[in-house]
């Protein structure tokens, strides 16, 4: 009996490369999160027994949720470049694989926080608390739309800005690497300024997301996206495997 080569299903190497960086964030992701709602709710049950629960806590896990994946994107990227190259597979492969992990993963944390947040929200209303962002979004001026949309996007950007750091080190070396960050970096704070310009005056509140809707912020990220994802596939295919000795 034979077996017809040419006719055995093939797997796209974007797609396989897409696929397991994606559930390996996934998987991150999952102990994450199950670590900050243990969190959020022993600070809830402190705070309301020491004094009186006013604020989302849960809203500074925006923070942990951006920087969290960065880092590990940073790390990623450097430590499976070679493994990727020895199994015989490209650099473009690497290149759009690894992009469209940072977007799933972008959006799968904003699907997960923005879940959340609805769930604190509803809880505090159950216990008769004030739902507030930072004495600023409440539930009479919160829009989750808007919310899931500016805090998505930034996730989305921020996992790329951490591709983009990790490859521009490779690239570059330390010391160019290291005067790239403003341009490699920056992306995350120029996000964050957009929604929270859009949203009105400056509060400290808008840094946790946008309560208005902002066609305009959201197309400026779009669009930062796409320079980020065009930059980070010219970087890699150019990029050197570094040489390991034993």
């Known amino acids: 009996m034979t077996v017809d080569v040419a006719r055995a299903p093939r797997v796209s190497s974007v797609r396989a490369t897409a696929q397991w960086l994606l559930m390996m964030h996934l998987y991150l992701a999952m102990w994450a999160w199950a670590m900050a709602i243990v969190v959020v709710t022993l600070a809830i049950v402190v705070i309301n027994t020491v004094g009186e629960v006013q604020n989302s806590v849960l809203s500074f896990a925006r923070q942990g949720a951006i920087w969290f994946p960065f880092s590990v994107f940073i790390a990623i990227t450097a430590a499976y470049l070679p493994v990727h190259i020895a199994a015989g597979?490209?650099?473009?492969?690497?290149?759009?694989?690894?992009?469209?992990?940072?977007?799933?993963?972008?959006?799968?944390?904003?699907?997960?926080?923005?879940?959340?947040?609805?769930?604190?929200?509803?809880?505090?209303?159950?216990?008769?608390?004030?739902?507030?962002?930072?004495?600023?979004?409440?539930?009479?001026?919160?829009?989750?739309?808007?919310?899931?949309?500016?805090?998505?996007?930034?996730?989305?950007?921020?996992?790329?800005?951490?591709?983009?750091?990790?490859?521009?080190?490779?690239?570059?070396?330390?010391?160019?690497?290291?005067?790239?960050?403003?341009?490699?970096?920056?992306?995350?704070?120029?996000?964050?300024?957009?929604?929270?310009?859009?949203?009105?005056?400056?509060?400290?509140?808008?840094?946790?997301?946008?309560?208005?809707?902002?066609?305009?912020a959201a197309a400026a990220s779009l669009l930062i996206i796409a320079v980020q994802a065009f930059a980070f596939d010219r970087l890699t295919r150019g990029v050197d495997v570094p040489r390991r000795t034993t």
């Open 89 to 216: 597979l490209t650099r473009r492969s690497l290149a759009r694989g690894s992009i469209l992990a940072a977007i799933g993963t972008g959006i799968a944390y904003g699907l997960v926080y923005n879940g959340l947040l609805l769930v604190e929200r509803a809880v505090f209303g159950a216990m008769g608390w004030e739902w507030r962002v930072l004495e600023g979004m409440s539930p009479d001026t919160a829009d989750p739309l808007a919310i899931a949309t500016s805090t998505t996007l930034t996730f989305v950007v921020a996992y790329l800005c951490g591709l983009l750091v990790g490859i521009t080190y490779m690239r570059a070396g330390g010391w160019w690497g290291t005067l790239a960050l403003p341009l490699t970096v920056g992306p995350i704070l120029v996000v964050s300024v957009l929604f929270a310009y859009e949203s009105g005056p400056l509060e400290t509140s808008a840094w946790f997301g946008s309560d208005q809707a902002s066609p305009i």
